[in-house]
């Protein structure tokens, strides 16, 4: 009934495009194989969760359904002739370019363990469309079973769904947001159908509490950011400087292997059980903190102390990543957070949910309204002693429009991005011309 109603509800916000994203269990190998490709280290079981949107694509519109990707810029689907789609069935959802009258071929190039064809097609999402957008579409074998909708930047607007909102004025700044209705819990079927709502062009600040920080990203088009610290009850774990990635398209919750032997011998035995485990106390509640400056997010880990064949207990479903490398975190931890992601200013904000049926939906033109900077929290600043009183301030200072659409409008004290994105020539999607071996055919560009 809560998805029901927010569907139907979909936010008339002025510059504020908005839809809710549904939440699914990865059951299927396909997708499984696909998701499962984001984990660095670690094994993994099914249960996990993603994503999935429903994305219309070409004339008449044809609906596919897809992972909401913020591991990855561009759209990739199931084309309806290729030999998954086809022969083998695999396929969810599929796109037949042939019934579509906007398609337009432009070139053929190998990805996801087969070969597909760039196009330029009609998109619609979120009830926005737009047309010349490019889609690849696989003609013959393809390794997931469901298209991938990227998210992370991209300048080029006939590649970036988010960038390309901006681009044709339906939103002020290439950003989006997202927030949850509930928590995400690890193999937990009652996490089904959760609603998580995403704004292109604003947030929504009646789903935060406490603090929010913007930390910047390490490179222009990536999301990995620098995460403050990793506690378990209060004390500190990270023995050496680490990034994240929050990542909807992943399925894993990583942590340094140190915190979690850490955590084994606080609950448990401390051993090590192959083939990537440790062991804990059966009962165990554990929680653990990520903290990214003045934000602190706490994930519960007690949904994955289970059974082990060995005996007593195990975490499983836990990344042990080596210290130092990078964490990539799935919806257990997004869906604790409100996350604003800055394709422009390269920059993410991140404040602990929280979760209400009110909703007071924001406007971004400039800054955040009342976050707070994650060098200040690195330069050893304390949380300012008025924080309360500075975030109602920053609530009154933006500027009301038709208060019909619940949005504001922000001020801004930065110098506004460039009018006109850096839109690259029509065969950007050859990556033989990426000088720097980031083309868009990594599909983990972030990571470059």
Not at 185 to 196: I, L, Q
Not at 279 to 299: H, L
Not at 307 to 319: I, N, Q, T, Y
Request: net charge negative; hydrophobic share 35%; proline share 5%.
């Amino acid at each position: 009934m809560l998805f029901s109603t927010l569907l139907l509800a979909a936010v008339a916000t002025a510059d504020v495009v908005h839809y809710p994203l549904k939440f699914r269990n990865v059951e299927d190998d396909e997708t499984y194989a696909r998701l499962g490709e984001r984990a660095f280290h670690g094994t993994q079981s099914r249960g996990y969760n993603f994503y999935e949107v429903e994305v219309h694509i070409g004339t008449p519109p044809q609906k596919v359904t897809a992972t909401f990707d913020t591991g990855s810029p561009l759209l990739w689907v199931p084309g309806a002739n290729s030999t998954s789609c086809a022969v083998q069935k695999i396929c969810r959802d599929s796109f037949n370019v042939s019934a579509s009258s906007t398609w337009r071929y432009r070139t053929q190039t190998p990805n996801w363990g087969g070969h597909g064809n760039w196009g330029l097609d009609t998109v619609s999402y979120a009830g926005a469309t737009l047309t010349g957008f490019n889609v690849w579409a696989s003609n013959d074998q393809i390794s997931n079973d469901l298209g991938i909708f990227g998210q992370s930047g991209d300048d080029d607007p006939t590649n970036s769904f988010v960038q390309g909102l901006w681009k044709s004025g339906k939103i002020s700044r290439a950003v989006y947001s997202l927030d949850a209705a509930a928590p995400i819990y690890w193999r937990d079927k009652a996490s089904e159908g959760t609603v998580n709502n995403v704004y292109y062009g604003g947030f929504d600040r009646a789903k935060y509490e406490g603090p929010l920080t913007t930390v910047k990203c390490d490179h222009h088009g990536g999301y990995a950011m620098p995460l403050g610290g990793v506690s378990v009850q209060g004390v500190q774990q990270l023995k050496k400087p680490t990034q994240i990635v929050l990542d909807t398209g992943g399925i894993s919750l990583g942590l340094p292997n140190s915190t979690l032997q850490y955590i084994s011998e606080k609950y448990g035995d401390g051993k090590w059980q192959s083939p990537g485990y440790w062991g804990v106390k059966c009962g165990s509640q554990i929680e653990v903190t990520y903290e990214f400056g003045y934000t602190k997010i706490d994930v519960d880990l007690s949904k994955y102390v289970l059974k082990s064949p060995h005996g007593g207990c195990r975490l499983e479903g836990v990344d042990p990543v080596q210290d130092g490398d990078i964490l990539l975190a799935g919806p257990p931890l997004i869906s604790k957070a409100l996350l604003i992601y800055d394709n422009t200013w390269d920059e993410i904000t991140v404040g602990k949910a929280k979760y209400t049926d009110e909703s007071d939906v924001v406007e971004i033109t400039g800054p955040i309204p009342g976050a707070l900077n994650y060098s200040d929290w690195v330069a050893g600043k304390p949380l300012p002693s008025a924080f309360q009183t500075s975030l109602s301030s920053a609530a009154s200072s933006v500027s009301s429009v038709a208060s019909s659409t619940l949005a504001v409008v922000t001020t801004s004290s930065e110098p506004a991005p460039d009018a006109t994105p850096s839109s690259t020539d029509g065969d950007s999607t050859d990556g033989d011309d990426d000088s720097d071996g980031c083309g868009i055919f990594d599909i983990f560009g972030l990571f470059c």
